[in-house]
């Protein structure tokens, strides 16, 4: 009697430490399960965290090149002025020095003039004078009529230039500093998307690890009772051969009371 009752107390406790054991088992399955998702979480997180730098890379990249196109438009802007100003005051200079040239010339003819009309008495002083009034006439009427016209409508044109210059660098500005708004918004945004959707696949990571713990668990559990079950139905036998020791150590703690 004494014997069979020996016998089956170690049977429960071969029982006890299979089912210690599958524990152990499981819950070292659980963790590698856990270790595992962690690193998928962190492999994602590297591959978003590249794909923004990349990303504003791109951006960055591009509002540069706007910047560098406006910068380009200001300096042409600015040699097409200067060099229509050149011109007018080149134009303006010219004109100055022909009209010098033309009033040292009519100055010359009035001398001469005057000395003809002192050779010739028969000549009336008059009819000098009106000579005289004449080319001075021609010559203001050439300047008034021609050359003013044409400096005026010259520097009306560099002025208009000037202006269509200042406008076209304006409208690159407020082009370039709304790309700008626009390229500091979408990263806002962008940010904001990857941090919820980081946050959401750290949830649903957690989520599954813990979905898997929790099958493996249970596995390890239908395992021991489907072990247990075959062993009742071989009736027990060979409780007393001792079947050798476990592959690793287990805690006998919870057997303290047989």
């Known amino acids: 009697m004494s014997e069979s009752k020996e016998s089956s107390v170690l049977f429960n406790l071969k029982e006890l430490m299979n089912l210690e054991e599958e524990r152990i ?4 399955d659980a963790v590698e399960a856990k270790k595992s998702a962690e690193r998928d979480r962190i492999a994602a997180e590297e591959r978003t965290r590249l794909e923004e ?5 791109r951006e960055e990249e ?14 042409d802007a600015k040699k ?26 009519l100055e010359q ?39 003013a016209p044409y400096l005026a409508q010259q520097e009306e044109a560099a002025e208009l230039a000037q202006q269509a210059a200042n406008d076209r660098a304006a409208e690159a500005e407020r082009a370039a500093e709304a790309a700008r708004d ?3 918004a979408t990263r806002v945004a962008n940010r904001a998307r990857q941090q919820a959707e980081a946050a959401a696949q750290r949830i649903q990571d957690e989520e599954q690890a813990r979905a898997d713990a929790v099958a493996a668990a249970e596995a390890a559990r239908e395992a021991a009772r489907n072990t247990r079950t075959r062993r009742r139905r071989r009736g027990g036998g060979g ?20």
């Open 25 to 28: 088992e499981a819950e070292e």
């Open 182 to 184: 626009q390229e500091a």
């Open 62 to 75: 591009a509002a540069r090149l706007a910047e560098e196109a406006r910068l380009r438009e200001l300096d």
């Open 53 to 57: 730098e990349e990303r504003v890379r």
């Open 239 to 258: 409780g007393g051969g001792g079947g050798g020791a476990p592959s690793r150590s287990v805690d006998l703690s919870s057997l303290d009371g047989l």
């Open 80 to 105: 097409r002025a200067d060099e229509e100003e050149r011109l007018r005051i080149q134009f303006e200079a010219e004109e100055k020095r022909r009209l010098a040239e033309q009033a040292q010339l």
């Open 109 to 147: 003819q009035q001398a001469a003039a005057r000395e003809v009309a002192k050779t010739r008495k028969g000549i009336h002083p008059g009819l000098v004078g009106g000579v005289t009034l004449l080319l001075l006439g021609g010559i203001a009427g050439g300047y008034f009529g021609v050359v």
